[in-house]
């Protein structure tokens, strides 16, 4: 049994090192350029924390296998977006930085059924090149909707899933 909890500033340590393998992990599937340039950096993630937007998914041992920001919409990446839609206006979470260990598995779906039950409608955006959570996004049942653009110009493919 899997367990959600809000994170602490005692716990950046742990989500840096879960960022670091999930970042490998991208690596090592051809994806070389998601989360570059020190993006999440530790800053980035104190911040969320101390907005009350980190969270982690603990194992009933003890062990977090994964992180992620957990945010109220809306989002300003998503007020435009392009060669699709939104499928509605209706207010919205956002989920970003997701990042687990490689031995986690299942993890996507345990971060989505709790944010589905807080929030019931969520949106969530990829690099193209992230195969495998577009796989995982797919797969739970997200929509795709269009291209967003970050604020650095960067391309996303950006999913909905409405409660």
């Not at 670091?20 to 911040?47: H, L």
């Not at 739970?140 to 493919?157: D, K, P, Q, V, W």
Request: with cysteine; net charge negative; hydrophobic share 35%.
């Amino acid at each position: 049994m899997k367990i959600i909890r809000k994170a602490g500033m005692d716990d950046v340590p742990t989500i840096m090192r879960l960022i670091e393998e999930a970042r490998g992990i991208m690596r090592s599937c051809g994806n070389v350029n998601q989360w570059i340039d020190g993006y999440p950096s530790q800053e980035t993630i104190e911040n969320d924390i101390h907005n009350g937007h980190c969270y982690l998914c603990v194992e009933q041992g003890g062990e977090v296998i994964a992180s992620f920001a957990f945010i109220p919409g809306p989002e300003p990446t998503y007020k435009e977006i392009y060669e699709g839609q939104w499928l509605d206006d209706k207010p919205y979470y956002v989920v970003h930085r997701l990042a687990s260990t490689a031995a986690s598995h299942g993890v996507f779906n345990d971060v989505m059924d709790y944010c589905m039950e807080v929030a019931g409608n969520l949106r969530i955006d990829t690099h193209r090149d992230n195969v495998i959570m577009r796989h995982v996004i797919e797969r739970y049942g997200f929509t795709y909707c269009g291209i967003i653009y970050l604020a650095n110009g960067h391309e996303r493919l950006a999913y909905q899933m409405p409660g």
